[in-house]
């Protein structure tokens, strides 16, 4: 057994994004929520990719984009996801462990293709995407190595890994292993629809024992049902040790016990695609937490790094974040 | 039998491109010559993918890219190539088709993969290409389709298609059908070292009968085995209706009879990947040509398109072309 240590461990659907440019016009034809993820089956995504223009094709995943960030940034990342062994589960393979992240999980051999997010990005640079799981459902318990977990400061799970069964399973295992070992356990709520269609688990989860919390105002909103961000910051403050909550380009608070610490977002930026802005937020503050940066230097590095990522198109950092980190913030 | 009617039919190699930046020292490495187009076979292209980063994925192929220019600035396009079918050889159909271009070739229902480039970016922008021909070796004559090129204005071909043989002969029946039905045959020389494998076999294809010759200033040189660029084009213009060549950032000048005249670039873009400079610049003068545009005006269309194309990674257009021509050249 090789002698792990990780920054991070991230766990997630593992994603091939295909990226079209549309317009408002198309979301309303599709029926489609600007901003959501909606999941397809196989059949939507043929309909869909057929009414769709010319794409282009990067890695994607929320947490794949999470780690690629963190081993961007520096840091020991790890990856847990499901691909097929097929050209797209290649070709994800390829950029996450190019970007110096870990990934052994195990392609699956039969079953469903490698799972792909239509994503498509309106002339504001906001993103609507439209997921076909596929391999994705493959992943289980046995896809979690517990000497992995264990040697990882940070474990993070995406909350669209509730969707598939075995991924919840995979989820709660991770946990536990995380914590016999002392270390601590993350989860990003990832989508609005996704918290409503698991409120009530994600609530017992993180009662249960979840250590940093990310979410968008809407996420956290949503969770705790109230129109109120500061009623629901309140309420998230006594559950979680630490909870990172993103406003767009307003910024972020960051909570921690009896303290908030806000930390400005980058305005400066022209703002081609917004996908992924969450994704590099989270490795940036984790990078941080978990290489001895205080909350606030943390959150400046998530802000950075979720600035640089919808500077272009895809959620993969498009150079270097460490340098980017040693220039900006010395 | 459909009632064909083409601006042009483009002919070529039928490729994904996969995109990355790299260093000049990754090249030296490498030992790769900055700007060439190198064909590798399957275990070097696992080789050099496995030393490569993270990369995008878009569909390529010379004249695919230009005939996806033709579709987009609003012509008649029709595109003839080998895919196989698997997941970059759908990806590659969905894209070329989403531009609005007529693709019926037949794919490949075993043998070789879907090919593939992987072109390295290094940072002053210039392009370095590495193709795995992979399932483009099955074309052959029988996918050229008489009652298509018969129907299109201008047949238009890739040099890089004498490297298969199959492709080699697909490209001879074509430019036979066309000259029978009255119409021209035109031809890019693609690359340097591509002119150096088939200089004699060039030479002799294009006196025999080439009407719209495209080359780049080192090309056409290589052409004619000269260092004068002047002499080149002398001996060019007696041999074809009309040659096109392309001087990077120092425009083109385009031969017609006794008549040269000069195009200029746009140098007021900012240059961020010149992959497709050279197909979009001969989408451009094709689509004007076959318009009833003027040559003058089918050159500036010519730098336009390739100005769009080199301002974005990725040889496909990110806009439509018929918008920028008629915002910028009314």
Redesign the interface.
Known sequence: MPDYKFDTTCIGNAIVDVIS?IDDVFLDQEGLVKNSMNLIDEARAEDL??K????????GGSAGNTA?GVASLGGLSNYVGKVRN???GA?FA???R??GVTFDTVMSEDGA??ARSFILVTPDAHRTMNTYLGACVELGPDDIIPEMIAASEVTYMEGYLWDPDGGKAAFRKAATIAHEADKRVSLTLSDSFCVDRFRSEFIDFIDGGVDILFANDDEIKSLYQTDNLEEAISTVRSKVEIACITRGKHGSVIIQGHTSVDIEADTSIDVVDTTGAGDLYASGFLYGFTNGYSIAQSGAIASLAAAEIISHI?A?P?ISLKDLVAKRLG
Chains 1, 2 share one sequence.
């Open positions: 440019k990719y057929g769709m223009g010319t794409a282009v094709e990067i890695s690629a097929d050209q797209l070709i390829h950029d996450i190019a970007t293709a490698t895809g993969r498009g």
